[in-house]
């Protein structure tokens, strides 16, 4: 770093050192931390409705314990959750210099800022674990990190980020989040500024709960878990051949109570003694009825899931109606858009509460911030961005920085006497090109006569 930049990184942080992170980690591990309730268990239409109600109030861990329930006992739901976050998190992810994104930007500092970002998330061990935590957001509309400061040589620094559990997460009374600590167990610590990541991709007017797809997945997970309840209940009723026994007339109520009692004990073994007076029968269970509706309902409700999750349903459910190219092409653009999408969300949240603090603590408050960016081009679209590159470059004759088209490409540049893979001269090439296009207006020459 130059000198007049560290002289003047130096004044800023001394005029501005309200805004200096605190040092150190405040939210530590508490023993608490492992005890888990569950509300899901017997969860009524009036207690789903009850907790709701206490999350958009601010009393929140009722409803954070009830959408991690959701996810580990609906196997359905986790698949399409994890399907959704995966699609993001599963990407290779990179440190972006400003100057490659945003115009009229000094390319020397955003460089230099860049180059030092990367150094710091290389030394962030659980960046990766914070990600995934990060990415639960999409369903519980919140989740929230805690950027752990040292000072290092004279500087503070980044040393670590950790993700923070969300039975500590609470809101104020203007509904700004908060955190639970071992000091404050009721009312939480105040956010305080580059100390925290808070990502809300669902963000929406007024209470931060009042967004993620938890919430509008839970009516479809409560009326599903009622049919299915109803289902076993069927199973086990009817799903058993039905034993009728007959009595003669005479038979006294002591050999009554005997043939109720053998009734009873011929369960799964099928197997007893009757007396020959005894005439007993063995009624197969819904014999020439159609099946119970409860299979249907839950295939309804687990179709609702995967629109909310996913925006289609054909990569999940499909059927021999929907086995068609063009309908196939429009669910795979709807996932591709909500991939993008989570995408945007994720970069911003990182670029604002972590790589914006990392940079003006370095170089101070104007030093150009990166951005945080996933390489999702499938191989696909790269075909499609060769042929591009190849018209712009060739035949346009475009100025495209080579970084750029590697970093788009997936294609690593080459190192400093590195073995390359030999390619076309492009000298022959030209010839080929040249002699082509005279062939070309020959040929139009001769049409025009």
């Known amino acids: 770093m130059r000198l007049t930049r560290r002289i003047i990184n130096a004044v800023w942080r001394g005029s501005e050192g309200m805004h200096r992170p605190r040092p150190g980690q405040v939210v530590q591990p508490l023993a608490l931390d492992r005890w888990r309730d569950y509300p899901a268990d017997g969860l009524t239409p009036s207690q789903l409705a009850a907790i ?21 006992k609906d196997a359905h739901l986790h698949s399409v959750a994890n399907t959704r976050r995966l699609a993001v998190t599963g990407l290779p992810w990179q440190v972006v210099s400003a100057v490659e994104v945003q115009a009229g930007v000094d390319r020397a500092a955003a460089d230099e800022a860049a180059a030092y970002a990367r150094e710091v998330f290389a030394g962030i061990e659980r ?51 908060r955190v639970l600590t071992a000091d404050e167990t009721t009312r939480g610590v105040e956010l305080g500024p580059n100390k925290f990541i808070v990502h809300t991709p669902h963000a929406v007017s007024g209470h931060p709960m ?69 005439e007993l029968q063995l009624l197969e269970a ?43 092409a429009i669910h795979d653009d709807v996932r591709k858009e909500i991939r993008r999408d989570d995408i945007v969300k994720e970069g911003r949240t990182i670029r604002r509460d972590v790589l914006g603090p990392v940079t003006r ?42 970084r750029w088209a590697h970093d788009a490409l997936g294609v690593p540049a080459a190192g400093e006497g ?27 020459a001769g049409l025009r006569r």
Not at 380 to 392: F, I, K, S, T
């Open 52 to 72: 709701l109600r206490a999350a958009d109030e601010g009393a929140v861990e009722q409803v954070m314990a009830l959408f991690e329930q959701m996810e580990e």
């Open 127 to 177: 960046l990766d674990e914070v990600l995934q935590h990060l990415s639960l957001a999409i369903g519980r509309n919140i989740a929230l990190a805690e950027n752990v400061w040292d000072v290092r040589g004279g500087e503070l620094t980044l040393v670590d980020v950790v993700p923070i559990p969300f039975e500590r997460v609470t809101f104020g009374e203007r509904g700004e989040p």
């Open 210 to 278: 009042r967004g993620g797809l938890l919430r509008v997945s839970a009516l479809a997970y409560l009326g599903k878990h009622f049919a299915m309840k109803d289902w076993m209940v069927f199973a086990e009723v009817f799903g058993m051949p039905l034993r009728i026994a007959r009595y003669e007339p005479a038979a006294t109520p002591e050999e009554k109570r005997e043939l109720l009692t053998m009734l009873q004990s011929l369960g799964t073994d099928a197997a007893g003694i009757f007396s020959k007076a005894v």
């Open 286 to 328: 819904g014999q020439g009825k159609a099946p119970p509706p409860y299979e249907n309902m839950c295939d309804f409700f687990n179709r609702e899931l995967s629109k909310a999750w996913l925006g289609e349903t054909l990569t999940v459910e499909a059927t021999l109606k929907q086995q068609s190219g063009a309908i196939a």
């Open 361 to 402: 603590m370095q170089f101070g408050p104007q030093a150009p911030v990166p951005f945080f960016r996933r390489q999702f081009t499938d191989p696909g679209d790269r075909q499609e961005l060769a042929n591009l590159l190849n018209v712009a470059v060739n035949d346009l004759r475009m100025r495209v920085p080579a």
């Open 418 to 444: 590195e073995a390359l893979l030999a390619g076309r001269e492009s000298g022959a090439d030209g010839e080929v090109l040249k002699r082509v296009l005279i062939q070309d207006k020959k040929v139009s």
